[in-house]
């Protein structure tokens, strides 16, 4: 019998996942102490009236029927944040639920772009920006993002036939992998640029709650025009604890969000009624656990990145997100460096150049362990000669 599968997967792979995972199962029957700090899974809990708005929902009958949309209720409760975080004022018309960003920027070039348009992309990049544009169909231009541009995109590098040709710009600030934050002075200039070359952008604003050393994380739409030139998913996983209720939103200019919802409503029958009402009672409720956990994030980093510098390796300190980028030590790859990280210190990571070309020469890891774990992690790295 013929393979079933479709000639579109061939663009995808597990690769060098496969071989972490692999290998870490070796270490692990071997006895070997595993820090892993590849996935960016928080390890806090949901506050407990979270948790108490899922049970109590979930514990009517009426609450497993089909949803079919998002509840007025969530809706009213997602604008009422914006207001009170961040200042902007929207309306419920124009923000609609999605599974997780991850699965609202998979699906959203289907909704925005026809086979062909053009999608401009960072590199390094997310996965699921690159993958969403291309099960699109579309043509993809990657912009670069280097360090010594403090990783944001340099505008006027985009060549002018590209930036003509572009329908949708993919931006992403405080940014997984990179770990920075991104100055006021760049989203205007981002919104010029859209502006004048027709470009929509979408943001993705998963860490806006998680940023350090007295930055205050923000909203691209509080820029002024960023509602007539874009949208941005908002979402819930890292700021509440809640990254397997799947809560986010994408959150915009009133055509690009009714294109979403569309489109969805061909393929899906509404985000489950507990969740809504989780989602409601995270919005609605105390956000001094937000600010506190933000606040223990930092001091994971300074565990973390301070300690690796302590032991001679200059590992820069992240501006936002749970994660660090780390420059490899000399002599080594980004792949061959995870590898000998796992091997003599039991300590995973994600290599950089699975985030794109221009993550070659950088590591990813995960803030989550508390700091004395980290410390142990650090001590783990002198101890294995891997920076010798």
């Given at each position: 019998?013929?393979?079933?599968?479709?000639?579109r997967?061939?663009?995808?792979?597990?690769?060098?996942?496969a071989?972490?995972?692999?290998?870490?199962?070796?270490?692990i029957?071997q006895?070997?102490?595993?820090y892993?700090?590849?996935?960016?899974t928080p390890?806090?809990?949901p506050?407990?009236?979270?948790i108490?708005?899922?049970v109590?929902?979930?514990?009517?009958?009426?609450?497993?029927?089909y949803?079919l949309?998002?509840?007025?209720?969530l809706?009213?409760?997602?604008?009422?944040?914006?207001?009170?975080?961040?200042?902007?004022?929207?309306?419920?018309?124009?923000i609609?639920?999605?599974?997780?960003?991850?699965e609202?920027i998979?699906?959203?070039?289907?909704?925005?772009?026809?086979?062909?348009?053009?999608v401009?992309?960072?590199?390094?990049?997310?996965p699921i920006?690159?993958t969403g544009a291309?099960?699109a169909?579309?043509e993809?231009?990657?912009?670069?993002?280097?360090?010594?541009?403090h990783f944001?995109?340099?505008?006027?590098?985009?060549?002018?036939?590209?930036a003509?040709?572009?329908k949708?710009?993919?931006?992403?600030?405080?940014?997984n992998?990179?770990?920075?934050?991104a100055?006021?002075?760049?989203?205007d200039?981002?919104?010029?640029?859209?502006k004048k070359?027709?470009?929509?952008i979408?943001h993705d604003?998963?860490y806006?709650?998680?940023?350090?050393d007295g930055?205050?994380?923000?909203?691209f739409?509080?820029?002024?025009?960023?509602?007539?030139?874009?949208?941005?998913?908002f979402?819930?996983?890292?700021s509440?604890?809640?990254?397997g209720?799947?809560?986010?939103?994408?959150i915009?200019r009133?055509?690009a969000?009714?294109?979403?919802k569309l489109?969805?409503?061909q393929i899906?029958?509404?985000?489950f009624i507990?969740?809504?009402m989780g989602a409601?009672?995270?919005?609605r409720?105390?956000?001094?656990?937000?600010?506190?956990?933000c606040r223990m994030?930092?001091?994971?980093?300074?565990?973390f990145?301070g300690?690796m510098r302590?032991?001679g390796?200059?590992v820069?300190?992240?501006?936002?997100?749970?994660?660090?980028?780390?420059?490899?030590?000399?002599?080594?790859?980004?792949?061959?460096?995870?590898?000998?990280?796992?091997e003599?210190a039991g300590?995973?990571c994600?290599?950089?150049?699975?985030?794109?070309?221009?993550g070659?020469?950088?590591?990813r890891f995960?803030?989550?362990?508390?700091?004395?774990?980290?410390q142990?992690?650090?001590?783990?790295?002198?101890?294995?000669?891997?920076?010798a």
């Open positions: 019998m013929n393979k079933i599968q479709a000639n997967l061939n663009h995808f792979s597990t690769g060098i996942f071989e972490i995972n692999e290998k870490k199962e070796e270490l029957r006895g070997r102490k595993i892993n700090l590849s996935i960016g390890d806090f809990a506050e407990e009236h979270v108490r708005a899922v109590e929902s979930a514990s009517t009958p009426e609450a497993y029927k949803s949309r998002d509840l007025p209720e809706l009213e409760a997602v604008a009422d944040y914006y207001q009170e975080r961040f200042g902007v004022t929207i309306t419920p018309d124009r609609t639920g999605v599974h997780g960003s991850q609202g998979g699906h959203v070039c289907m909704a925005l772009c026809d086979p062909g348009d053009t401009l992309l960072p590199n390094p990049g997310y920006f690159e291309w099960l169909g579309t993809q231009y990657f912009y670069e993002l280097r360090e010594e541009n944001l995109p340099v505008l006027s590098e985009i060549p002018e036939e590209v003509k040709k572009a949708v710009m993919i931006v992403s600030y405080p940014y992998p990179v770990c920075k934050a100055p006021d002075a760049f989203y200039e981002l919104i010029a640029f859209a070359y027709d470009i929509f979408l604003n998963a806006s709650d998680i940023i350090f930055r205050v994380g923000g909203s739409l509080q820029h002024e025009g960023a509602m007539e030139v874009g949208a941005e998913f979402s819930l996983s890292k509440f604890n809640v990254t209720a799947r809560l986010s939103f994408m915009g009133k055509d969000v009714d294109a979403m489109l969805r409503s899906d029958f509404g985000m507990p969740v809504q409601i009672a995270a919005l409720g105390p956000k001094d656990g937000v600010k506190q956990q994030y930092q001091e994971r980093r300074d565990a990145c300690g302590s032991i390796w200059n820069p300190d992240s501006e936002g997100t749970m994660f660090v980028w780390a420059p490899v030590p000399e002599g080594y790859t980004s792949r061959s460096f995870t590898m000998a990280l796992m003599k300590v995973l994600t290599p950089g150049d699975a985030f794109g070309s221009l070659e020469g950088y590591v995960a803030l989550v362990l508390p700091p004395q774990q980290l142990e992690v650090v001590q783990a790295v002198k101890e294995s000669g891997v920076l």
